[in-house]
């Protein structure tokens, strides 16, 4: 579904991503891990279209999406659930949704999603009302996905979901990606919590110093004893 290869991506004289390839196939659910400064959130704009890359492909579903505007991305099925979720802080929960399904223009499937949110957010039908800025750090982060998945997206990219959320808000949001994978979602999903990525993804890239050092199941990178040497910064 999303071909990634030997990707380079600079910001004036730094280059943040050297040479990164990655693939993710349809139904996969994909981690990039990393510590801070790896290169995971430029992969992730470079695939969005946010950000311009130096050399490198990208394929979605067979066609080159280098050089394409992040609208045309998200309208061709790329979802980015960027690091500081952004929702719209001043509209409410029920206005944030609707942004997000802009590109549905049947109001009873409209309605039908809204539906299916509450399912899988049953917070965001309590909070309908409420301004987004209102919202608990977790809370924002259930709506900036929910947001994401109203669009229908053919692959949910997701940076750092669970950044800054308290530990039991934590698992809420890894059992939310674990229930969205199980229901079809693909999911390219950036960590800092290695243990539990490991836990729930199919495939993982150990990104460093802008380049996949490493690659495989969760089994693979974990009797490899790479992980500990790059977190403990051998
Ligand atoms: N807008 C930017 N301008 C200049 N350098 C940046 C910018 N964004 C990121 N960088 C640098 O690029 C490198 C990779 O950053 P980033 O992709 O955000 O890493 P990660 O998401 O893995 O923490 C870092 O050295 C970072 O300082
Ligand atoms: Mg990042």
Redesign the pocket.
């Known amino acids: 579904m999303l071909h990634v290869e030997n990707l380079k991506v600079r ?2 004289a ?1 280059t ?2 050297h040479d990164v390839s990655l693939e993710v196939k349809e139904g996969e659910l994909v981690a990039l891990i ?10 992730l ?1 470079a695939i969005a279209g946010v950000v311009k890359t130096v050399s490198g492909s990208i394929y979605f579903e067979g066609q080159s999406i280098v050089g394409k505007s992040p609208e045309a991305i998200l309208k061709l099925g790329v979802a980015v659930v960027p690091e500081q979720r952004d929702i719209f802080p001043s509209l409410t929960v029920e206005e944030n949704l609707h942004m997000g399904a802009f590109s549905r223009h049947n109001h009873r499937e409209y309605l039908a999603d809204l539906k299916e949110t509450f399912i899988l957010f049953p917070i965001l039908e309590e909070r309908f009302q409420q301004l987004g800025g209102t919202l608990s750090g977790g809370e924002q982060q259930q709506l900036a996905i929910a947001r994401s998945i109203m669009a229908h997206p053919k692959l949910l990219v997701l940076d750092e979901p669970s950044l800054g959320l308290a530990p039991k808000i934590v698992d809420q949001i890894f059992s939310l990606i674990v229930t969205l994978r199980t229901r079809g979602s693909t999911i390219l999903l ?1 960590e800092q919590n290695v243990n539990r990525t490991l836990d729930i993804a199919d495939r993982v890239y150990l ?1 460093n110093n ?1 380049r996949v050092e490493i690659q495989g199941t969760p089994d693979q990178l974990r009797s490899q004893g790479a992980i500990k040497d790059i977190y403990l910064g051998k």
């Open positions: 910001y004036g730094i943040a991503v990393g510590v801070n400064g790896a290169g995971k959130t430029t992969t704009s950036v990104i802008g």
